[in-house]
């Protein structure tokens, strides 16, 4: 058996850099982090433009300023772009103009200018442009936003039918609501492409779908890496999935070409795959389309193959159909010979390069979650990465791969945060196969620590090397505890056989992997106090602490469950995009095959439920409805089980506002610290204040 524990070089930069003795990180800290948007860069690649968000605590919300940065200048900081601090979704045209939205009245619209110089007005449109690209010419610019079924955006020429005076609204198809949204009928996210003239956008919008139904960008967090844009601005390129009566049944996005112009409908570039294609980029020469395809319908976690299209001959070629690895994002190199990519790789996410003619891949980076790549003149990659240690800061990789970092907005607040220490270990799981995962510890710690078992959600996902805003790592730490987690059959970064392996198994492998990765851990590691954990998981995580409850009753001192599954067969009508729970469960509906989602309902085995649980859930969760939590503290009540039941009526499936936030760390670690001791919950330990100063940068 392989038994591998080691401390990650960007935990050991951590380390020495850290204070001895400082105060633990809070959810508060987390939540006063700055958060660094995703870069664009000039073409002179001089200059990268992004929003850089902080938060208002006393109002609740975030404040996202649009910053400029000079990349010649060592050393430089970020600076607010006067005029457009309010900017974002900014990118370049090929003359260097600016172009961004920013509120303008009650709607957002469209600016541009020359960094330097004052910003220009260049739409007027009555509603909200959710996004848009702009030919690298800067003669079309093509907008979307949600309007009902016109042949322009405003919708100046259509008689728009009456609404009904009652508040009632009705459905003859799904979706009916998805994700936090209810489904408003007749509206959707649509594409118009306007000509450019004067430094303005003309008209009211070339409707691109005409003939099409369905969302473009895909909703609910589809955007701007949807669409594509050729060079002269005569040809625009976008996924989307046609809807009808199978839009919730389907994952079957393709990807359209269309005359900017409206002179011909368009056409379907990837009808001949029934699996889902998305990310449509455009080479240099503009002659090739690249784009990643999965091969099943209605599996979402498929393998993400990046293709090659001729456009003019309409040959496809699957580059990377031989590497096991799903590519995440894709940029062209500016000579067409090679592409950059990201890919999730055991608990990293690395930047690759793809040679464009033989599909060799090589890796750049080591450690870390990157991402938002942009390569420069020079031939150095620019990107965010962001670890279990701090979150995304700007990097430039060298063509050698050698890592410098070139922001350092968290600086200040990280150097008064407790050291901690991240190290991975591997074990064999089930079906004798190898299975990650980690340790976060508080590094100055001596003695037993309790141990908060955290189980990732998705279920195809990863608790990866990476930051996150929702369930941090280092802020689990905070009262005293260590953070665990293991990568169970299903986590993506593995190949895709690992993942396919909870297809109709979600209790199964899941469950052994996380009972043999908790022993190995708690064997090999002695600060861990085996006999003080509490699990923890969310989403699919979440249904597997209602299976534990049933299948594993014995070995934690508590369970924290948030949007999890309870019931398989109400979870089957209840949900909105039901091509994953079919596919999950044998790729039928409930009433084909109801024996599948039975064999793993964790309401089949209440009975059995005896630990203490903290149950979490939102109003506006529509992918795992608040009637599932509801349920499940219902069973607990029932059964005297010690129980809480916290629940966010402004939430969806994620907890996003900040003091919502920050009171979910307060009950759970007030939770964790009722079972199994620890340090008192700190969550709401006022923070520093972490403005950066001028000049400050990392290496």
Request: aromatic fraction near 10%.
């Amino acid at each position: 058996m392989i038994r591998t524990f080691y401390l990650t070089a960007a935990a050991a930069v951590a380390l020495a850099a850290s204070p001895v003795f400082a105060r633990p990180m809070t959810a508060t800290d987390m939540h006063m982090m700055h958060r660094l948007g995703a870069p664009e860069v000039s073409p002179d690649g001089r200059t990268a433009v992004f929003t850089v968000s902080t938060t208002d605590l006393a109002k609740n919300k975030r404040v996202n300023t649009l910053h400029s940065l000079d990349l010649t200048r060592p050393g430089a900081a970020p600076v607010p772009i006067k005029g457009a601090e309010k900017g974002h979704d900014a990118t370049f045209t090929a003359d260097g103009s600016l172009w961004f939205l920013m509120p303008s009245g009650d709607h957002d619209q469209l600016f541009r200018m020359k960094l330097g110089g004052t910003p220009v007005k260049v739409s007027n449109l009555p509603v909200d442009v959710s996004g848009f690209r702009i030919s690298a010419n800067g003669a079309t610019v093509m907008v979307w936003a949600d309007r009902p079924d016109c042949p322009d955006l405003a919708c100046a020429s259509t008689t728009l039918p009456a609404k009904p005076e009652g508040a009632g609204r009705t459905y003859d198809k799904l979706f009916v609501r998805h994700w936090d949204t209810w489904a408003e009928p007749g509206t959707r996210s649509r594409i118009y492409a306007f000509p450019v003239s004067a430094g303005k956008l003309v008209g009211g919008g070339v409707r691109l779908t005409t003939g099409l139904e369905g969302d473009t960008p895909s909703k609910p967090f589809g955007g701007a890496e949807e669409t594509a844009l050729s060079a002269d601005g005569k040809t625009a390129f976008f996924a989307l999935r046609e809807a009808g009566r199978i839009e919730a049944t389907s994952t079957n996005l393709d990807i359209f070409q269309v005359p900017t112009d409206g002179s011909a409908a368009p056409v379907n570039l990837t009808d001949a795959n029934d699996g889902m294609d998305n990310l449509p980029t455009l080479s240099p020469d503009g002659r090739t389309l690249a784009y990643f395809a999965m091969a099943r319908p209605t599996y979402e976690a498929d393998r993400q193959v990046l293709m090659l299209r001729d456009l003019a001959t309409g040959q496809v070629r699957p580059l990377t159909q031989a590497w096991d690895r799903s590519v995440g994002s894709i940029e062209w190199a500016k000579d067409g010979r090679s592409l950059i990519v990201t890919a999730e790789d055991t608990l990293e996410q690395p930047v690759f390069r793809v040679d464009a003619a033989t599909g060799a891949v090589t890796r750049l980076t080591r450690d870390g979650h990157f991402g938002n790549t942009h390569l420069l003149p020079d031939g150095s990659v620019l990107a965010t990465m962001n670890s279990v240690m701090a979150p995304d800061e700007l990097y430039r990789i060298g063509p050698s791969g050698s890592l410098a970092q070139v922001t350092n907005l968290n600086g200040a607040l990280l150097s008064q945060m407790d050291p901690v220490a991240f190290q991975k270990f591997n074990f064999k799981g089930a079906n004798n196969d190898t299975v990650w995962g980690w340790t976060l510890k508080p590094a100055n710690a001596s003695g037993k620590l309790p141990i908060a078992f955290l189980v990732h959600g998705g279920p195809q996902g990863t608790f990866s090397n990476s930051w996150s805003y929702r369930w941090n790592p280092r802020v689990f730490t905070s009262p005293g505890y260590a953070a665990v987690s293991v990568d169970f059959h299903g986590s993506t970064g593995y190949g895709q056989a690992f993942t396919d392996a909870i297809h109709q198994n979600w209790g199964g492998w899941p469950l052994e992997d996380l009972q043999k990765g908790l022993a190995f851990a708690t064997a090999n590691d002695p600060m861990l106090d085996a006999n003080r954990a509490c699990a923890l998981g969310g989403s699919y995580g979440g249904y597997m602490m209602n299976w534990i409850e049933g299948q594993w009753p014995d070995r934690f001192r508590c369970i924290v469950q948030h949007d999890g599954v309870f019931d398989a067969r109400a979870m089957a009508y209840e949900t909105e995009e039901l091509w994953f729970d079919e596919w999950e469960h044998g790729q039928h509906p409930y009433y084909e095959a109801p024996a599948e989602f039975e064999k793993w309902n964790p309401v089949n085995f209440v009975q059995n439920w005896k630990t203490p649980q903290l149950v979490i859930t939102s109003e506006n969760d529509f992918r795992i409805p608040y009637t599932q939590g509801l349920a499940a503290f219902t069973a607990l009540q029932r059964r005297n089980i010690p129980s809480r039941l916290l629940v966010f009526p402004d939430e969806n499936h994620w907890v996003l506002k900040p003091k919502n936030s920050i009171q979910w760390y307060d009950e759970v670690f007030g939770w964790l610290n009722r079972w199994m001791g620890g340090g008192a919950p700190v969550a709401s330990q006022p923070a520093i204040s972490a403005s950066p100063k001028k000049g400050e940068r990392g290496n």
